[in-house]
């Protein structure tokens, strides 16, 4: 698979910056997870990135070459947050993921490709007659993988894929998405706000703060010894969790 | 098509596409059926009154004005169907020009296109009839493109918010051009408002083409037209008014039948979900309290809220659905408890009910539902009880907020309405409770809007909200899902102090354990719409019974789950509320289910140590991770 590299990316909306001079590697056959709060930037180098917002400034490049952002072909696919909103209503699910084929086929060759997307997200290929209404969000979510892997890129963006889900159904995603990553060598950009999502899938981790990078590197290394206060912050704001065995609560109270 | 059959059932729909039929029915039929009265002379009768003969009279060629009207349906409808396919042409290419041709071209063009729909349509017929010049075809081409400015924004309107959704994006990644995605996304998801809008449309146009022939621009002899008619009709309406009227008449059914019969379905698309619910529901008291049940008095005074088998039930279709079983628990003073389960699962619902916020159709029954010692079951007395000691925070803090009005009055009308607080009072007191949530500078944020709050601040002055009176019990559901993890942690310790300090006791409803596991003493697991565990919030780890909570707990990766290990998933679908199973809900996707679990569905028992569970094989050693996972999981 590929290298995806951006390199001093800015991304501008009018009068606000939303990415400011980013520097950040996916490496080939990782997943590096990107964090940080809501409006720090994650979701704009996501949609700069597949050609959804404008590049005021810096270079976008897969494998040392600029990004093809127009056209047919797409190297760099992404799914989407919310899987009720990403996925056409009227369309059935099969017609969904044939679209997303860059090159032409004919119709048997079609549906067979898209029974192979299909079996590879763990659904039944039966489905590809199915209207999106049919079926549960973490289907839904499935069909949304199916229609970004249909476009056979080189590099996988995952923006947010499992805040809109149930907790009981997350867990599959994510499976899948490691099992993906692991089967096709995917390289991919795994965006959350959930660090201990992150932590989950992501081999290296990027912390976003106000449209920077404020740290970056293996996610073992940041998350044990964080070196920025922002990601420090954001360390300590996470839930104990289950596991944590009757947390200390008077410990916690403090840092606001 | 589903809406476009419901609108047909409703009186207004019936009324319609009754009257719509008859008129296509005329329009194909009458000219073949009485094409030869319509044109025959009775040089007898000419501009004869009403008659055995001549039901509406005559003209002044002696021709019968009954079958005119009725043949010339025909003609009319067709101007008028055809006028309108132009105008909505003419206004999807106008409308989607920003989406074909980028920004730059499309701005200027829907620029213009508002400009024109400024300007009365009339005059906008007049001028395009002068272009196109006279006769019916001048006519139909002057009246489509007069009104396609109309269709264009509405097109693009409607366009904007379909091509703001995810799937456009979706497939303007995957490299389809533009117009692909026009044709194939973006016309399909408009396609049924706009039809809607035609047809109500199309009765206007009518009205616009009776004008124009009237005018005289329109139809020429010697074809017809209602108009034509109504122009010959004119000159002798006060000798023979029928001459004038009948067409007239014409005019008005054919479009009330356009319009009604559009208005029909836009209702219908309007309140997709009501309708069913509505059609279904025989009135009946909301709250009625179980036969017999009355409540003493309360002897723990600890016990802030007390709910026995509580059940809420919406009318579907014939029957009911009951998305909440029979749920009890009790809530004592300063005690945090939590709700978890999936979503359908029926916490939010329990929430809603014991705060008295579920409306008509909501059916709310429970042998037991006291708060404070006050029966929150018969109706609606307890308003000022539920508004001084109750508080409730929602999700999405800005749709729990009044955009127009300022934070600072929208916490002091609570004291107003509850405390009857003086104005000033009010005021002072909001500021006050800003400040103990925490806000920085209350007094300036106190005048400010809720869009000038960011979502953390906005969540926090909710609950300040809530703490206006001297709340006994919060009920907060998800209030933290839509918030960054500080911004979650600012909002979670603000709940825990206000616990702390002031002994209120709060039920936190949540999909996510770890965030109940942190902050409360005691948690309830709902599955199904029922309660199938009830365990001190510590336990949830290692000492939960039931399967549900055990898979639930291990779904979700925290920050010391083994990263090596695939998540534990559970197979399977929630149960949908209307086909609850036999036996145990859960069954069908628990590893330990067997044939009892099928047939039988295991009652809420309460152990020593007063956790409650609800499973035939509770705590009994679940199969090992790895072979959960390999089954071909669904979800």
């Known amino acids: ?97 044939a679209e997303a084929i860059p090159h032409r086929l004919g119709r048997a060759a079609r549906r067979s490709e898209v029974e192979r997307l299909l079996h590879l997200v763990h659904l039944d290929p039966a489905r590809a007659g199915h209207r999106p209404g049919q079926l549960s969000g973490g289907q839904r979510q499935r069909v949304a993988l199916a229609r970004a892997l249909a476009g056979r890129p080189e590099v996988l963006i995952a923006d947010e894929i499992t805040s809109a889900l149930d907790v009981s159904v997350q867990g599959a995603i994510l499976n899948l998405v490691r099992d993906m990553q692991r089967e096709l060598g995917l390289s991919m950009l795994f965006i959350s706000h959930n660090l201990a999502v992150v932590r989950y899938v ?52 403090g840092c606001d | 098509m589903k809406n476009w059959s419901r609108a047909v059932r409703t009186p207004l729909g019936l009324t319609g596409f009754g009257l719509l039929a008859l008129t296509l029915f005329t329009a194909v039929f009458a000219p073949l059926l009485w094409g030869h009265q319509a044109t025959s002379f009775d040089t007898d009768n000419m501009l004869a009154g009403a008659s055995a003969q001549h039901w509406f009279g005559t003209d002044n060629l002696g021709r019968d004005i009954f079958f005119r009207v009725l043949v010339a349906t025909r003609l009319s409808i067709a101007l008028a169907v055809s006028a309108t396919a132009i105008s909505v042409a003419v206004g999807i290419v106008l409308g989607s ?40 075809q001048g006519a139909v081409l002057a009246v489509g493109f007069a009104g396609a400015p109309v269709f264009a924004r509405l097109c693009h309107t409607l366009m904007a918010g379909v091509a703001g959704r995810d799937f456009v994006a979706a497939a303007r990644v995957s490299g389809v051009g533009s117009g692909r995605i026009l044709i194939r996304h973006v016309l399909p998801n408009i396609a049924e408002p706009l039809m809607v809008n035609a047809t109500i449309g199309a009765g206007g146009v009518l009205l ?33 008014p029928l001459a004038a009227l009948a067409p007239g008449a014409a005019v008005i059914i054919a479009g009330l039948a356009f319009n009604l019969s559009g208005e029909a379905v836009a209702r219908s698309l309007g309140v997709q979900i009501d309708v069913p619910w509505r059609a279904a529901v025989t009135p009946r008291r909301r709250r009625a309290p179980a036969a017999g049940a009355r409540t003493g008095p309360d002897t723990d005074t600890d016990l802030v809220l007390d709910v026995r088998d509580l059940r809420v039930a919406f009318p579907h279709g014939d029957a009911e659905i009951s998305p909440v079983r029979g749920v009890t628990f009790q809530v004592h003073r300063g ?96 500021v006050d409770r800003l400040r103990a949530v925490r806000i920085p500078d209350p007094r300036r944020r106190a005048r400010q809007y809720p869009f000038e709050f960011s979502g953390g601040m906005r969540q926090r002055a909710m609950i300040g909200m809530g703490l206006m009176g001297t709340p006994k019990l919060i009920v907060a559901d998800e209030p933290t899902t839509a918030l960054d993890v500080t911004v979650q942690r600012q909002v979670l310790d603000m709940l825990q102090e206000v616990r702390a300090a002031d002994g209120v006791a ?33 336990e949830l780890a290692d000492g939960a019974r039931h399967p549900y909570t055990r898979a639930l707990v291990a779904a979700v990766p925290d920050m010391r789950s083994d990263i090596d290990a695939p998540l534990a998933t559970i197979p399977g679908q929630p149960v949908d509320p209307a086909h609850v199973p036999a036996g145990c809900a859960y069954a069908a996707r628990c590893p330990l289910a067997d044939d009892r679990c099928r047939a039988q569905d295991p009652p809420l028992r309460t152990a020593a140590d007063r956790s409650r569970v609800a499973c035939w094989h509770a705590g009994e050693p679940l199969p090992i991770l790895s072979d959960l996972a390999a089954l071909e999981v669904d979800a």
């Open chain 1, 202 to 253: 992501a081999s290296r981790i990027a912390v976003m703060y106000q449209g920077r990078i404020v740290e970056e590197g293996p996610t073992a290394e940041v998350l044990a010894d964080p070196r920025d206060d922002y990601t420090r912050q954001l360390l300590a704001a996470v839930p104990t969790g289950a596991g944590g065995r009757r947390p200390v609560r008077s410990a916690e109270s």
């Open chain 2, 208 to 240: 616009s083409f009776a004008g124009l022939s009237f005018l005289g621009l329109g139809v020429q002899s010697p074809a017809y037209d209602w108009g034509r008619m109504m122009q010959d009709g004119l000159t002798g309406i006060y000798v023979h």
């Open chain 2, 97 to 136: 020009a920003p989406m074909l041709l980028g920004r730059w071209l499309g701005r200027p063009i829907i620029g213009l296109v508002n400009t024109v729909v400024a300007f009365p349509g009339l005059l906008l017929v007049l001028f395009f009839a002068v272009v196109f010049g006279v006769g019916a």
């Open chain 2, 506 to 538: 709060v039920i936190l409803i949540s999909h996510d354990v770890s965030v109940i596991a942190e902050v409360c003493d005691r948690v309830l697991v709902m599955y199904a719409g029922r309660v199938v565990e009830d365990l001190p919030a510590g």
């Open chain 1, 1 to 97: 698979m590929s290298i995806l590299s951006l390199h001093d990316l800015t991304v501008r909306y009018r009068h606000t910056v939303a990415v400011d001079r980013v520097d950040l590697v996916v490496p080939e056959g990782q997943i590096v997870g990107l964090v940080g709060e809501s409006g720090s930037g994650k979701s704009s180098i996501a949609r700069a990135v597949v050609g959804l917002a404008p590049v005021s400034g810096g270079r976008i490049a897969l494998d040392g070459r600029d990004l093809p952002r127009r056209g047919r072909r797409r190297p760099v696919q992404m799914v989407f947050q919310d899987p009720y909103s990403s996925l056409d209503p009227r369309m059935t699910v099969g017609d969904s993921i």
């Open chain 2, 335 to 430: 005690e945090a408890v939590g709700i978890v389960g999936e979503s359908g699962s029926g916490k939010s619902l329990t929430a809603l009910a014991v705060a008295d916020l579920l409306e008509f159709p909501a059916r709310v029954d429970a042998e037991r539902l006291t708060f404070l010692g006050a029966d929150l079951r018969d109706g609606t007395g307890h308003r000022h009880l539920l508004g001084t000691s109750l508080a409730v925070v929602f999700q999405d803090p800005m749709t729990s907020f009044n955009p127009a009005h300022r934070v600072g009055a929208q916490l002091a009308e609570a004291a107003r309405a509850h405390q009857r607080a003086t104005r000033a009072q009010a005021w002072q007191r909001a």
